[in-house]
């Protein structure tokens, strides 16, 4: 369907309600039947038919269909946050005894789903690099159920390749889940190689003004239907017809704001990496990448999520270079309006925590919206604080 289409109409009917452009927040808990016979036979689908809002909002619902539209999938789910999409699509396919192939470092709450929370419930996994199809072949049991991939992660951008992974999860009935967020589905639709199910963090480029926190799940009906049933209605949650009105307002913008971010990341990239103080820059689409091929092969754009890593003699240069920052808000989170910087070394020396993995030195940036010589001066100045510049 035409980009156009789905984000300015598509999943609306405005006949409906007045005519009114903007969908109305439908903000009602349950919804009235005229006889017995409707009531009964609303129960047939409690996810297309009006209930309870626990199954169905009207206003969510529009918000449902676009997602899928966008992802190219038959179906989707929203949900009240991006870690109970991964949650609820990961659950929805284990059972005890079962075991899941998951790309090593992978973000923080699906770690901790694998390693805390499905653990306890007899479910293994193996953490693999995945950019090397062999570790990700050799990890495969009998017993595999779940091949889990973020192509690119938020923080090193490590990339899978999608076709060649979801070859090898259909030859052994192991089903694919990915987690989308970072390219979003304007830059990647990993449905078109095969990957079973999209994950998102809405609260990132979907919703896009850091307002909202929200998730999806966009799959064929069949998986959305096994999800909905069992994980959505038990888990229940969800996204609210108001958080649902906000994201359906931030779509509106979308391809606006990726290309604007990615636009301007791309030039911040080229004058960083020609900096004295910068060691390397970790980009999907700068030629440096290792994986530059394989990104540029499966990917039409990169947004403006990146890591550089400075030349920094100690935590107190990069400290510094951080306080320094006037124009990026230190903050975790990305994909609004405003540039974020998210430094690694505020993750070592935390009292009762065990030092990052990432280094120490390296910071990770988000290009909002902003102007890209109102940014660079402020990065420039900032650099002068690294040592070795
Ligand atoms: C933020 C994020 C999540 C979690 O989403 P929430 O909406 O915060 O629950 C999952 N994956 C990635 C890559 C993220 O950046």
């Not at 229940?236 to 017809?241: A, E, F, H, M, Y």
């Not at 499966?298 to 320094?324: P, T, Y």
Request: hydrophobic content about 40%; overall charge negative.
């Amino acid at each position: 369907m035409n980009i156009n289409e789905i984000l300015s109409h598509h999943g609306e009917d405005r006949k409906k309600y007045f005519n009114s452009i903007a969908p109305p927040i439908i903000q009602a808990s349950n919804f009235v039947f005229d006889n017995l016979d409707d009531f009964r036979s609303a129960f047939v689908d409690e996810l297309e038919n009006h209930i309870y809002s626990r199954g169905n909002n009207p206003t969510v619902k529009i918000l449902r269909k676009k997602i899928a539209a966008l992802e190219g999938t038959e179906d989707a789910l929203v949900l009240g946050s991006g870690a109970s999409a991964i949650a609820a699509a990961v659950i929805g396919n284990v059972k005890a005894g079962d075991h899941i192939v998951c790309v090593e470092a992978p973000y923080g709450w699906t770690h901790k789903l694998l390693t805390i929370f499905l653990e306890r419930f007899g479910v293994s996994h193996t953490f693999v690099d995945g950019r090397s199809m062999s570790e990700i072949e050799n990890a495969i049991q009998a017993n595999t159920k779940v091949l889990y991939l973020e192509s690119p992660n938020s923080i090193t951008f490590d990339c899978q390749d999608l076709r060649a992974c979801s070859q090898l999860a259909k030859s052994k009935g192991i089903t694919t889940i990915i987690d989308n967020s970072y390219a979003s589905p304007i830059y990647q639709k990993p449905a078109q190689f095969g990957i079973d199910i999209m994950v998102h963090s809405a609260s990132k480029y979907l919703s896009g003004h850091s307002d909202v926190v929200a998730g999806v799940i966009c799959a064929n009906k069949e998986m959305i239907q096994k999800i909905f049933k069992s994980e959505y209605m038990t888990l229940g949650t969800i996204l609210s017809p108001n958080d649902a009105a906000l994201v359906i307002r931030g779509l509106r913008t979308l391809p606006l704001r990726l290309e604007r971010s990615f636009q301007t990341a791309t030039e911040i990239v080229a004058r960083l990496e020609k900096h004295p103080a910068v060691e390397r820059v970790l980009f999907p689409f700068s030629k440096s990448f290792p994986q530059y091929d394989l990104a540029t092969s499966q990917m039409s754009g990169a947004g403006g999520l990146f890591s550089v890593i400075l030349k920094a003699k100690d935590i107190q240069e990069m400290e510094n270079f951080v306080h320094r920052l006037q124009r990026f808000l230190l903050a975790v989170s990305w994909g609004g309006y405003e540039s974020l910087v998210m430094p690694f070394c505020a993750f070592y020396n935390v009292p009762g925590r065990e030092n990052s993995t990432v280094p120490w030195n390296l910071v990770r940036f988000y290009i909002g919206l902003e102007e890209v010589d109102y940014l660079w001066e402020d990065i420039s100045d900032a650099l002068a604080e690294i040592g070795g510049s």
